[in-house]
């Protein structure tokens, strides 16, 4: 029987609080979920920013969207998931909330993020019925180049 631990990716891609838009667009692209965690510099979870959210902004601001940063994006709402979690629990997360993504947190710390595809690539003997669809390609990227002089520039992204 798999464990979090066995399943997440104990390396994920997190932004950090002054992240630009097109920083959290490409970073969404690059590794190909719905959500990236933001973290402080400590790599302390404070919550995380989706697709979704980006791609209201977009529509709803225009060009006003490229003044903000990822703190102004991120939810706090999230369900989270420790180490000590099980499978079943996060899969009931997913379903309940319809995410593909938890992050995995130890001590306010981020440790790792299991994604609804880590799990079903890994034959999780559990029933899966309930999960949001698996996405099996990248989200599409949002169309940046309306931002005059925003380079796509990922030096905000860090690996925790």
Known sequence: MHTIKDLMDSTPMWLRMDSSLTEASCGLTQVGTDALPLCDPDG?????????????????MGDLAYSLRAQHLMTTTTPLVSMSSTVDEALALMATHQVEY???V????LRGALT?????????PTTTAELPEARTEAPPALD???APGRP?????LEAA
Request: aromatic share 4%; proline share 2%; no cysteine.
């Open 44 to 60: 302390s979870y404070l919550g995380i920013v989706t697709y979704v959210a980006l791609e209201r902004a977009l529509s709803s």
């Open 102 to 104: 938890l992050p995995v």
């Open 106 to 109: 130890e001590g306010g710390v």
């Open 116 to 124: 609804s595809s880590a799990i079903a690539a890994a034959g999780t």
């Open 144 to 146: 940046l180049s309306a």
């Open 152 to 156: 796509g520039s990922r030096a905000n």
